[in-house]
């Protein structure tokens, strides 16, 4: 199936980190993505990481790619209120330029 | 670069009228997507161009919906007889395609009421 599944809901405190995972479905998906939505907004590209890489960092963002069980992670490091959002995991399907987007995982941060 | 853009940004419309929806992508962008995003969910493929040509349709989308990108550059979304299903935000994205590291633009999104 086409399903990218993510946990709904993270709640930190500010100056934590925070870890959100998603599940992909396309083991041969050359790029994943994260993407940040704010309230009424349309949906901001974080980073990406290229299908064979393991690990890329940039800024206060870590991605972590484990191909083998198909799980992508994002970390944010010293999380800050403007951190609040809904961020969504994607990947462009092999074979096609369609991009499938999961469920997306509402992040709170608490001052 | 102004990003993508979308017209209206909202459209209220009584259940059985038409409505069309405008999406003008970043100039130099080859493809370009429309979505259909819930509430608490996350954005749902509809169809896609690369240029003129649309490439693929979600079977989601069904026979009341059609999009054409005419000169390879806007792009509009048409839904006839519109139905209380259809309220959702419907999202444009274009990309460069053909590049190493191609990444999806989202315009701010249309969203629609059914009355």
């Known amino acids: 199936g086409e399903d990218v599944e993510q946990s709904l809901f993270l709640s930190v405190r500010e100056g934590d980190s925070s870890v959100i995972n998603c599940t992909y479905t396309?083991?041969?998906?050359?790029?994943l993505y994260w993407y940040k939505q704010e309230p009424g907004a349309g949906l901001q590209l974080l980073t990406y990481?290229?299908?064979?890489?393991d690990m890329k960092q940039d800024q206060r963002l870590t991605v972590l790619l484990n191909k083998k069980d198909k799980h992508l992670s994002l970390r944010i490091a010293d999380t800050q209120t403007g951190d609040s959002a809904i961020y969504f995991c994607?990947?462009?399907?092999?074979?096609?330029?369609?991009?499938?987007f999961g469920t997306g995982t509402r992040l709170k941060v608490l001052a | 670069d102004t990003g993508v853009s979308q017209d209206p940004r909202h459209k209220i419309t009584k259940r059985g009228q038409n409505v069309t929806f405008r999406c003008d992508p970043i100039?130099?962008?080859?493809?370009l997507y429309w979505y259909r995003q819930t509430l608490g969910q996350g954005p749902e493929f509809l169809t896609y161009?690369?240029?003129?040509?649309?490439?693929?349709k979600s079977r989601l989308l069904s026979d009341r919906f059609s999009a054409e990108r005419p000169k390879g550059s806007f792009s509009t979304l048409e839904i006839q007889r519109t139905e209380q299903g259809d309220s959702a935000m419907y999202l444009c994205?274009?990309?460069?395609?053909?590049?190493?590291?191609?990444?999806?633009?989202f315009g701010s999104g249309t969203q629609l009421s059914v009355l």
């Open positions: 990481i290229f299908s064979n890489m």
């Open positions: 396309d083991s041969s998906s050359t790029y």
């Open positions: 161009f690369q240029n003129e040509a649309q490439l693929e």
């Open positions: 100039s130099e962008h080859n493809r």
């Open positions: 994205a274009s990309s460069m395609g053909g590049q190493l590291n191609e990444k999806l633009f």
């Open positions: 994607a990947e462009m399907l092999s074979g096609t330029y369609k991009y499938i």
